[in-house]
């Protein structure tokens, strides 16, 4: 198979997160597992080979992902099955597949090696090549889009907001005054704008210049927050009772959905006054970490990738409420 092989970030850790949900009890019936951002395969290879009950469906918005992992993954038959999709869409795949309910959901946010490696998709600045940064190269606006058609204000929020770019205004304003002249069809031009307009103390330290808009960008490009907003609610409903969702985040704003969106579902709603909680009342989820946890510093030496990585997880310890309104609904059909 072409292309690179990338170990992924906290690659072990993952995989001991997962396996109490993969290999529950030995009743005949295989485990699943569905990984939302299947990239170039890495953690389902893992999740196959180490757990023998599981079953992968692998979820990407990019075909060309989807066809190299397919190739990655062919020699375990028919325990992983690709599925073309954006992972907000957990309950289509589910319907489309006959399952009610899975026992593991996986997301590793971010941009993929894959994409990073691949010169003509546009994630990468360290040379001259098209602004594309769809993960989905099959449809909607481009990068060169997004900087030749948004104003200065939109610009400007979403390269504070999603980049954490001090220089954000500045570069916005610097981005509409280039365009007028000459509209944006590759990096080159950007990447020079950038060093021109970010001050030279500020460029000397936090990486690449264009680290941070280049982010903002694909970012945006690909809807990624609000499209994370709506599938981590999907994502633990879609779990049974033993199931467990694990987030690997790169981004301190999809990190603070994580953390929300877990911790809404470990939280009881019942008075703290009240001396016990009503059967039926009790959170539906428990953390299985202890806040977000990091890679090493060994693991960052060899991957300078993992230096941001905040990885969490939770299992569900109760049904959830539409669950028990499911199962009392269909038990009074059966009356």
């Known amino acids: 198979m072409a292309g690179p092989l990338h170990v992924p970030v906290l690659l072990d850790r993952v995989v001991a997160l997962l396996a109490p949900a993969l290999e529950r009890d030995a009743d005949d019936r295989p485990r699943v597992m569905i990984d939302c951002t299947l990239g170039l395969g890495g953690h389902s290879e893992a999740v196959l080979t180490r757990l023998p009950s599981a079953r992968v469906i692998g979820v990407d918005r990019d075909t060309e992902a989807l066809r190299l992992a397919g190739e990655r993954l062919a020699p375990f038959g028919d325990r992983f099955t690709g599925v073309h999709a954006?992972?907000?869409?957990?309950?289509?795949?589910?319907?489309?597949?006959?399952?009610?309910?899975?026992?593991?959901?996986l997301f590793d946010l971010g941009v993929s090696s894959m994409q990073l490696d691949v010169r003509e998709r546009g994630f990468a600045y360290a040379e001259?090549?098209?602004?594309?940064?769809?993960?989905?190269?099959?449809?909607?606006?481009t990068a060169a889009d997004v900087l030749n058609s948004y104003s200065v204000g939109d610009l400007t929020r979403i390269l504070r907001?999603?980049?954490?770019?001090?220089?954000?205004?500045?570069?916005?304003?610097?981005?509409?005054?280039?365009?007028?002249?000459?509209?944006?069809?590759?990096?080159?031009?950007?990447?020079?704008?950038?060093?021109?307009e970010i001050p030279a103390p500020a460029r000397r330290t936090g990486g690449h210049p264009a680290k941070r808009t280049f982010?903002?960008?694909?970012?945006?490009?690909?809807?990624?927050?609000?499209?994370?907003?709506?599938?981590?609610p999907a994502a633990i409903e879609a779990i049974g009772v033993g199931g467990r969702v694990v987030v690997e985040s790169y981004h301190s704003l999809e990190?603070?959905?994580?953390?929300?969106a877990f911790t809404s579902g470990t939280r009881s709603e019942v008075p703290p006054d009240l001396p016990f909680?009503?059967?039926?009342?009790?959170?539906?989820?428990?953390?299985v970490t202890r806040g977000a946890e990091k890679a090493d510093e060994s693991e960052i030496a060899e991957n300078p990738r993992?230096?941001?990585?905040?990885?969490?997880?939770?299992?569900?310890?109760?049904?959830?409420?539409?669950?028990?309104?499911?199962?009392?609904?269909?038990?009074?059909?059966?009356?």
């Open 306 to 335: 993992a230096a941001s990585v905040r990885l969490r997880a939770v299992e569900r310890v109760h049904p959830s409420k539409h669950t028990r309104q499911h199962h009392q609904s269909r038990n009074r059909g059966a009356v």
């Open 86 to 105: 954006v992972y907000d869409e957990i309950p289509d795949v589910m319907a489309d597949l006959g399952l009610d309910e899975v026992d593991a959901v």
């Open 255 to 260: 990190d603070r959905m994580v953390k929300q």
């Open 215 to 232: 982010q903002a960008l694909r970012m945006e490009v690909n809807d990624e927050l609000a499209v994370l907003r709506r599938a981590l």
């Open 161 to 196: 907001d999603y980049g954490e770019e001090k220089f954000a205004r500045k570069i916005a304003q610097a981005v509409v005054r280039r365009r007028e002249a000459e509209p944006f069809t590759t990096s080159g031009p950007l990447v020079e704008l950038l060093y021109a």
């Open 277 to 287: 909680v009503p059967e039926g009342s009790e959170p539906p989820l428990r953390q």
């Open 128 to 141: 001259d090549a098209p602004l594309d940064m769809r993960m989905d190269g099959t449809t909607g606006p």
